[in-house]
T-cell receptor, first 113, second 112 residues
């Protein structure tokens, strides 16, 4: 069964600290993996998208890694800011058609001053 | 900049009402999708469309229908709203299957 699991479910960190969010998946065949940031009451916004051959991709203070062998991804946030408070959703796509996105349930990050 | 626009941010409807959620994209995308998002369940696909007048059921189509008369517009219809349809509804579009998804801002629907 194709699944995407994220951990932790929620996380509270102090402003300025770093943190790492995890995503494990069983989706096959694998096409790509995305991390989305979703602010409360808003739609998800794409942070990064990674294909099978990419190990690391950065977007400002966000760095995503992908290990296609172990089917794991992480999202590292550096020098967190209050505006980083949001849900972060891992989404994995397979190659079988339009109905082919598998969503994690997200990690709720709260950055406190 | 690409845009997916959902007509309402918040809606409150009564049980039994017919509800229309509208979504418009300006990117000439072929594929459009409707998801609902509930705490602890993540996003679940309701319906999607890969072309005008074409539609496919997603994982949870019961109680919903859709309409795509024009390429840029994809409507989600709740024929007779029920309280268990209270949720956040997200529209998305993509150029290619599995790639380049853009989401709308969402509609928070409350059925009372």
């Amino acid at each position: 069964k194709n699944q995407v699991e994220q951990s932790p479910q929620s996380l509270i960190i102090l402003e300025g600290k770093n943190c790492t969010l995890q995503c494990n998946y069983t989706v096959s065949p694998f096409s790509n993996l995305r991390w989305y940031k979703q602010d409360t009451g808003r739609g998800p916004v794409s942070l990064t998208i990674m294909t099978f051959s990419e190990n690391t991709k950065s977007n400002g203070r966000y760095t995503a890694t992908l290990d296609a062998d172990t089917k794991q991804s992480s999202l590292h946030i550096t020098a967190s800011q209050l505006s980083d408070s949001a849900s972060y959703i891992c989404v994995v796509s397979d190659k079988t058609g339009a109905n082919n996105l598998f969503f994690g349930t997200g990690t709720r990050l709260t950055v406190i001053p | 900049d690409v845009k997916v626009t959902q007509s309402s941010r918040y809606l409150v409807k009564r049980t039994g009402e017919k509800v229309f959620l509208e979504c418009v994209q300006d990117m000439d995308h072929e594929n459009m999708f409707w998801y609902r998002q509930d705490p602890g369940l993540g996003l679940r696909l309701i319906y999607f469309s890969y072309d005008v007048k074409m539609k496919e059921k997603g994982d949870i189509p019961e109680g919903y229908s859709v309409s795509r008369e024009k390429k840029e517009r994809f409507s989600l219809i709740l024929e007779s709203a029920s309280t268990n349809q209270t949720s956040m509804y997200l529209c998305a579009s993509s150029l290619f299957e599995g790639y380049g998804y853009t989401f709308g801002s969402g509609t928070r629907l409350t059925v009372v």
